[in-house]
């Protein structure tokens, strides 16, 4: 029989817990050790069974227990002072509240938050980077708040059949077993949020609170009785649906998050958002919302697109056209044809997201378009990304050199607190005084190599213990009542090279290089003095079978029986295999396509364990490998085809593995340790360990783009958003003169044989059409001279206004200096100008001297 209605019954601990019940209600837990520890006293055996989740541990007691723990002194009074801690770290002062002048609110939308294991609200990259991003902001005091939605059934659960093939399974989350609670009006009832659709229906959802550290999360949830059977299921899981059901999904983030906030901010009666941050182009529709209510205030459509681009951050995060969302047109129209947001038009609405350009598609709606149309603020992901994201995306500053395309790159990080084995805390603590990463020196003496040995060993060996026991559980799944066999209790050994590779299985992380020659890697693993052992996991898109036939193949070659106790596949990749992960590796193994990985975290996260990466130089390693933290496999982009650039990768691979990795980690001295190895993971960890912080990430996003932000939306909305109107009104006009721009005419001289020391003078003559002097900025630009013209290492240097009377060209005049021996060339180039633009290149016109 199937229950009419169901309703969980929320725990109700006794009053004298009321400090446990405190510290569980806030995620800060889940990076707090000690009071992780005081959730596992409460009764170890469920607290490693329910997956370290502290609702659900004091579901799960029974009341005697507490009672118990009620009356234990020793107990009570840790529980009382972790209280205490915890409302300390809540209240205090912290970095953000010594800047100036920084924004009030910061609003962070993203399709996906990973935060801990027991909220599987997350895929992969994306969502840990949410995650981390919320931790960080909060551990700095940044008055951020997290939007995004509740999906009823995460992602999925992955378990591996007989054949090597992946299944899905999509266990339902009940919210009322989370750290939750329902946002509420002022009068006690349910915040709900409404979006009108075609024909008639509203979609409608509550809104679910959540507590991480400092930060709150929002998290809108369409399971509700308000909603048909079909609209309820619009949350129902995270990239489950594709077309319209992904739009529905999109459009309830964006517009309905900016709602939720607005709510949020009435009734908490808290300072509204000034800078608006979209982790990815999913969330984009939140600048029409915002642009719909600035319309309502009186403004026109431009007008107010000017307002929410500058207080509006986008992050790109992929250079793999399949990451994008792309909508079909009509689709788009349709919803907006409607009362979504009457005051905005539905080709206003097309016209941000279409494809206008060079190998665009027009009949297509891109998201990341859009993000970077509504946003006066763009950023790539690692330096490399930012790079090919300019080249990326170039097409829509047309005439612009790649270098020139206005969008920066932040270098993701990770969450340190989050990431670092408790075994090494506890290291730095004990010998090094502190846990800072930025003042921990790990090449300090004060930590012996056997102290450094025996904790990377015991990590290896917590690994191994956990293999054993992931695999004998998906065995005994499986095959209920059948006894594992025994070769399970002994597969991986905690004294052989272990190497990692997890991730999601899309092409191009190439999850099956490594059996790319399947005799070499066997050698390797079963090598009678330097074996190496392999540790695998990732999911596949449900929808992607090729993935599953990757995982397939990998799974099908590590069932030999010579081989399983040294290669493994372990099922359901999530955050609690992750961080057991990470640190029992020795070796992080990421083999992408370049440049495709726009930054990767898992070798991050590894690395601040002490594990070395061997990696392409991709994403943020191309950045960061020095040659003593790990190795670099040589790209083979020159190859004349896929198969062939695979071959010699992989080639490059086994070689390092053999010839320096493997030797170097069993050289051994009469103590047993591998001295040049721990010199190496004493280097990464003292060198990579701030770098990698996803607090130095933070301060970056807010020092370079947060505040710049805010203070434009501050100066733009100024004066009953009258700059607003002018900028409107001044990008219109020069729009419209810009096709009669142009250089007319440059002459250079002052040089007769250019030496070093020398200055070039520079005269341009620039026809203004009906623009003044003051609308442009004339620059000379300059470099080394390259085959065919091309400026390389190019120099700007801007010029000034000589003559003008009007009707005729305008005359600017500069000096440039003859700086460097060699080749030098130079063009000089008009853009517009104005105090509001961020960057020349912003309204993608330029001219240029032929
Ligand atoms: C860090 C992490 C990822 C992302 O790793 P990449 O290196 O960016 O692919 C994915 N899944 C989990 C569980 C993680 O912890």
């Not at 929808?543 to 193949?553: F, H």
């Not at 690395?607 to 040589?634: M, Q, V």
């Not at 996003?701 to 009104?729: C, F, G, K, N, S």
């Amino acid at each position: 029989m199937k229950a009419i209605r169901r309703f969980t019954v929320r725990t109700v601990l006794p009053e004298s817990l009321a400090a446990v019940a405190a510290l569980a209600a806030n995620l800060r837990w889940s990076w707090h050790e000690p009071t992780k520890a005081l959730f596992a006293r409460i009764d170890p055996q469920r607290w490693e069974d329910l997956d370290h989740d502290p609702v659900a541990l004091l579901g799960a007691v029974d009341p005697a227990r507490l009672d118990e723990l009620a009356a234990d002194s020793a107990f009570m009074a840790e529980a009382e002072a972790l209280r205490a801690d915890l409302t300390a770290y809540l209240e205090q002062p912290r970095w953000y509240q010594s800047l100036p002048d920084a924004p009030q609110r910061i609003a962070y939308f993203s399709p996906e938050f990973g935060i801990a294991s027991a909220i599987p609200q997350y895929s992969g990259g994306l969502g840990i980077l949410a995650g981390d991003h919320l931790k960080s902001a909060s551990d700095l005091g940044l008055p951020l708040i997290g939007v995004g939605l509740f999906y009823r059934a995460g992602y999925f659960r992955q378990a591996i059949d007989r054949d090597g093939w992946q299944k899905e399974s999509y266990p339902l989350i009940d919210p009322d077993g989370l750290p939750m609670q329902m946002l509420r009006e002022h009068d006690g009832s349910a915040v709900r949020i409404s979006l009108r659709l075609p024909g008639g229906d509203a979609l409608h959802a509550r809104v679910w609170q959540m507590q991480v550290g400092r930060v709150v999360l929002l998290l809108l949830d369409t399971d509700i009785h308000d909603n048909s059977d079909e609209l309820r299921g619009v949350t129902d899981r995270l990239y489950g649906g594709g077309g319209e059901h992904r739009l529905l999904q999109e459009l309830l983030l964006g517009i309905g998050g900016v709602r939720a906030i607005k709510r949020y901010v009435d009734v908490t009666g808290t300072p509204a958002p000034e800078v608006f941050h979209t982790n990815e182009g999913h969330a984009g529709f939140l600048g029409l919302e915002r642009i719909s209510d600035l319309i309502a205030e009186g403004l026109s459509f431009t007008e107010a697109l000017q307002v929410v681009r500058a207080g509006t951050l986008f992050t790109t995060h992929t250079p793999v056209p399949a990451g994008i969302d792309r909508f079909d047109g009509e689709l788009i129209e349709r919803y907006f044809s409607t009362d979504l947001l009457p005051a905005v038009s539905a080709p206003d609405v097309l016209a941000l997201g279409t494809e206008d350009y060079e190998g665009g598609d027009p009949a297509v709606f891109n998201m990341a378009v859009m993000g970077l149309r509504l946003a006066q603020r763009a950023n790539g992901v690692s330096k490399l990304h930012g790079d090919v994201s300019r080249g990326m995306f170039g097409a829509l500053w047309e005439g612009f050199d790649q270098d020139d395309v206005p969008i920066t790159s932040v270098t993701n990080g990770v969450h340190a607190p989050t990431w670092t084995d408790p075994r090494m805390v506890a290291l730095a603590k004990e010998k090094l005084g502190t846990y800072e990463t930025s003042s921990c020196d790990w090449r300090s003496e004060a930590v012996t190599d056997a102290d450094l040995w025996a904790v990377r060993r015991a990590m290896r060996e917590q690994l191994v213990t956990d293999a054993r026991e992931r695999v004998t559980a998906a065995w005994a799944e499986q095959n209920p009542g059948v006894a594992a066999p025994s070769w399970m209790g002994e597969l991986l050994d905690p004294d052989v090279l272990t190497i990692g590779f997890a991730r999601r299985v899309p092409t191009y992380k190439r999850l099956t290089l490594m059996l790319h020659d399947p005799d070499r890697l066997r050698a390797l693993l079963t090598h009678p003095e330097r074996p190496v052992q392999l540790v695998i996991a990732g999911k596949s898109h449900p929808a992607d079978d090729s993935g599953k036939a990757l995982i397939q193949k990998l799974v099908q070659f590590a069932a030999d029986p010579e081989l399983r106790r040294r290669i493994v596949f372990l099922p359901n990749y999530d955050i609690g295999m992750a961080r057991l992960l990470y640190p029992g590796t020795d070796i992080w193994l990421n083999n992408p396509l370049r440049p495709l990985e726009a930054c990767g975290t898992s070798g991050m996260k590894a690395a601040l364990n002490g594990s070395l990466n061997l990696s392409i130089l991709d994403g943020w390693w191309n950045e960061y490998y020095d040659a003593e933290n790990g190795w670099a496999i040589p790209t083979a982009d020159a190859a004349g085809d896929g198969a062939e650039r695979d071959k010699l990768e992989a080639e490059a691979m086994y070689d390092l593995i053999e010839h320096q990795i493997a030797p170097r980690y069993y050289d051994r001295d009469a103590e047993g340790l591998p001295r040049r190895w721990l010199q190496s993971i004493r280097h990464t960890l003292a060198t990579l360990s701030p770098e990698l912080s996803a607090d130095r990430m933070v301060r970056e996003y807010v020092e370079r783009l947060y505040v710049p932000a805010a203070h434009a939306e501050r100066a733009i909305t100024a004066d009953d958003h009258r700059p607003a109107r002018e900028l409107a009104a001044w990008k219109a006009r020069v729009a419209a003169e810009w096709p009669h721009v142009s250089v007319t005419h440059v002459e250079s001289g002052g040089v007769q044989s250019p030496q070093v020391g020398d200055e070039l003078k520079v005269r341009a003559h620039v026809q203004l059409a009906g623009l003044s002097p003051d609308d442009v900025l004339v620059e000379v630009a300059f470099g080394r001279a390259r085959n065919g013209d091309d400026l390389v290492d190019v120099r700007r240097q801007p010029l000034e206004l000589a003559e003008h009377e009007l009707g005729q060209p305008a005359t600017f005049v500069g000096m440039v200096p003859l700086a460097r021996s060699g080749s030098f060339g130079y063009n000089v180039r008009v853009t517009p100008k104005h105090a509001l633009l961020a960057n020349p290149a912003e309204l993608g016109l330029v001219a240029v001297a032929h």
